[in-house]
RNA sequence: GUGAGUGUAGCUCAACUGGUUAGAGCAUCUGACUGUGGCUCAGAGGGUCGGGGGUUCGACUCCCCUCACUCACCCCA
């Protein structure tokens, strides 16, 4: 084969775009009642926009960007993530000036350069939120739960909500540096990516699965012990208000994120069943973000959902096949014109129509109308368009109608039908 | 970037210890006294056996290289 799509990144094929469309049809529906509208974004940017966003040291920007330079010598990269671009057109449009808080959604496709696998490929999509402007952990609470009830809508089940709190600038160098302090003896006794971790991000350690890493870092300091007084407060707020709206979740105070950007809040939801890659959505709170990119300081909070995983998980029934209302069987030239006009006029009066477009046999033909599941039928060949009359042909209860070769006569028969 | 596994028709798979024109089921298209589908029967199209090189009289089969896919590490949605 001489050409196929480029690795890790696939095209995403009839039926399964049914079940992309039912997704996103109920997270349209579910954003709605929460105030979120839509925002649509550029799927290229400056490569700056990440870089000061995400993080130069993370390995998203280190290593995982679609960069290049174009034909004007700016760098630029397609979005490895949502949030970036968002905050810069936030920003850019001067959206906080809108009535807070700010709800936007954005569906759309994110690109990282990595060595695809279960779950992970380079071209992906992401559902995601941003709702800035009110720093109340009331907010936090509302947007981890609207999460929760749109999975729940969307018919996963087994999936795990983790939460905990990662502090701010304030409270946040403090625990690193204590982290730092209790490993430092035990340094060699941990894997070699550990050893890596010590320096360029700490925290990630608490989340490494090598049994021995697990065992020595027993009795490590906990992020949450050293939560500055907000801090600690908010984070009291986020779970007083999901336990009032019983939203389950597990505090996990390893949980790490792999972006800069986050303060306090993060989560992040799980599922055994998805393979190593097993986080079907994640988020956190930014309250330094929009200031970041020049704009009032201004608090944030978002997640974004990973539609192919999600999608993944959704055991989908083998839906019914949509099947036309009718097709229209031809014999004779004359019958074959007459025809494509039949069906231009249904079409325009709602009804799926489809025809035959060549010479084959009356047989083959119906063979073919039964193939594509059509509902009806209908013969049109020499002696129809005599008489002016047509054979309509039910293809479950086999019963044929003799009806008015017009497309009104036609759209009321079937009408009745329905 | 690292490691392991797998590559034969659109899909799922065959082909004895290397042996002649690589097969089947499903799917697609066509036909079965000529204008009526689903079942049955018959037929057709579709493969440079992932690609290249080597060994051999002879390679889908053995060896080397390469590419692609899959899973895992790493990292993340």
């Not at 290593?63 to 671009?85: C, I, N, W």
């Not at 984070?235 to 389950?248: A, D, H, I, S, W």
Request: net charge positive; charged share 30%.
């Amino acid at each position: 084969m001489r050409f196929k799509s480029l690795k890790g990144i696939q095209d995403i094929l009839p039926p399964e775009t049914h079940i992309w469309q039912r997704i996103e049809h109920i997270s349209r529906d579910i954003f709605k009642k929460y105030g979120y509208k839509e925002i649509r974004l550029p799927i290229i940017e400056a490569t700056d926009v990440f870089i000061r966003s995400i993080g130069e040291t993370t390995d998203i920007v280190e290593k995982e960007m679609y960069t290049f330079t174009d034909k004007g010598s700016r760098s630029v990269t397609l979005r490895p993530e949502g949030t970036a671009p968002f905050v810069r057109a936030f920003v850019e449009h001067h959206l906080y000036n809108e009535p807070s808080p700010q709800k936007y959604y954005y569906l759309g496709p994110m690109y990282r350069y990595e060595r695809p696998q279960a779950g992970r490929q380079r071209q992906f999509h992401q559902i995601g939120v941003e709702a800035l402007g009110v720093e109340d952990s009331k907010l936090d609470a509302e947007v981890i739960s609207m999460l929760s009830t749109l999975l729940k809508t969307i018919g996963l089940k087994d999936v795990q909500l983790e939460i905990t709190s990662i502090g701010c600038i304030k409270c946040r160098p403090d625990y690193r540096a204590a982290l730092k302090e209790f490993l430092r003896d035990k340094l060699n006794n941990f894997c070699d990516d550990c050893k890596r971790r010590y320096d360029i991000n700490p925290l990630r350690i608490l989340d490494c699965k090598v049994p021995t890493c697990i065992e020595n870092r027993k009795g490590a300091p906990s992020v949450i012990n050293f939560l500055c007084d907000d801090c600690k407060k908010h984070f009291e707020g986020v779970q007083r208000y999901l336990n009032l709206l019983k939203v389950p979740h597990i505090i996990n105070p390893n949980l790490v994120r792999g972006l800069d950007y986050y303060t306090r809040t993060t989560f992040e939801v799980k599922s055994s069943s998805l393979g190593a890659q097993n986080a079907v959505a994640a988020g956190g709170r930014y309250n330094k973000l929009v200031e970041e990119f020049d704009g009032p300081p201004t608090p944030g909070i978002g997640f974004a959902i990973g539609v192919e995983r999600v999608i993944s998980l959704v055991k989908e029934t083998p839906h019914e096949h949509e099947s036309p209302d009718l097709f229209l069987c031809t014999l004779g030239h004359e019958a074959s014109e007459k025809s494509i006009v039949l069906a231009e006029q249904l079409r325009n009066r709602g009804l799926w129509v489809e025809m035959n477009y060549d010479e084959s046999s009356l047989r083959s033909q119906m063979r073919k109308a039964d193939r594509i599941h059509a509902k009806n039928v209908i013969v049109l060949g020499e002696d129809e368009l005599k008489k002016g009359k047509v054979v309509m042909k039910d293809m479950q209860g086999k019963k044929e109608t003799k009806v008015e070769l017009d497309a009104e006569e036609i759209l009321k028969v079937l009408q009745k039908k329905k």
